[in-house]
């Protein structure tokens, strides 16, 4: 079947600007997270959803961070005036409710100019 | 403070040798672990897990871990080696009581004809 999906794969923007990354989990799957990949690291949590709700939004960085589910299914991250440290690979991840057994979509490129 | 830790940011092997990465975490009680390979380009597959029982775990790829309480490790080893292995390993956590993944900096895997 369909894994996870994200859209788009690179985007490119100026500083301050405002950006939304997209993210389709895998049918079925109610548990929905957001991590973010720096060069040279490993991915850091930044939001995890379950259902239409965020469960856990320990890891976003500052209020310029915000994501919504709004039917419990497809994700937005969105990023409000942008800095050149926001630059990272965004990656979506889903899986069946209470599992820890995570799937990961390809990530989106962001890049901060 | 709960983290893990890979201790050897880059390995090279020779195709056909034995591999063994490592991963150590700290944490009160066992976590539930986790071994991904991310390819360039492609987005972060699970190779295997553990949660209880067996210490010994097979995966796929021919990739095994062991779990070892006593020293608080979660290495990964394959008996040989394929030039296709060539890739970042990252060995991941979950911690009681919460549902994202605390990711290790990874270990980039060089294989050599």
């Known amino acids: 079947g369909a894994g996870v999906s994200q859209t788009p794969s690179n985007k490119v923007t100026e500083k301050g600007k405002y950006v939304e990354l997209r993210c389709d989990p895998i049918?079925?799957?109610?548990?929905l997270y957001w991590y973010r990949q720096s060069l040279g690291q490993g991915p850091e949590f930044l939001i995890y959803?379950?259902?239409?709700?965020?469960?856990?939004d320990s890891g976003l960085p500052n209020d310029r961070f915000f994501a919504v589910r709004p039917e419990g299914s497809v994700s937005t991250l969105k990023i409000q005036r942008t800095e050149r440290g926001d630059s990272a690979v965004y990656l979506c991840a889903s899986s069946l409710a209470n599992s820890y057994e995570q799937y990961f979509g390809p990530g989106t490129r962001l890049t901060v100019t | 403070a709960q983290s893990v830790t890979q201790p050897d940011i880059h390995i090279t092997v020779s195709e056909g040798a034995s591999l063994e990465l490592r991963c150590n975490y700290s944490y009160g009680a066992t976590p539930y672990l986790f071994w991904y390979v991310q390819s360039p380009g492609q987005g972060l597959q699970l190779l295997l897990k553990?949660?209880?029982?067996?210490?010994l775990v097979q995966g796929i790829k021919g990739f095994e871990a062991e779990f070892k309480r006593s020293q608080s490790s979660f290495n990964l080893r394959k008996p040989s080696v394929h030039w296709s292995d060539a890739a970042e390993y990252f060995c991941?956590?979950?911690?009681?009581?919460?549902?994202?993944?605390?990711f290790g900096t990874g270990t980039k895997l060089q294989v050599i004809p």
């Open positions: 959803f379950q259902g239409t709700g965020a469960a856990d």
């Open positions: 991941a956590v979950v911690f009681g009581g919460y549902q994202k993944v605390t």
């Open positions: 049918s079925g799957h109610t548990a």
């Open positions: 553990y949660f209880s029982g067996d210490t």
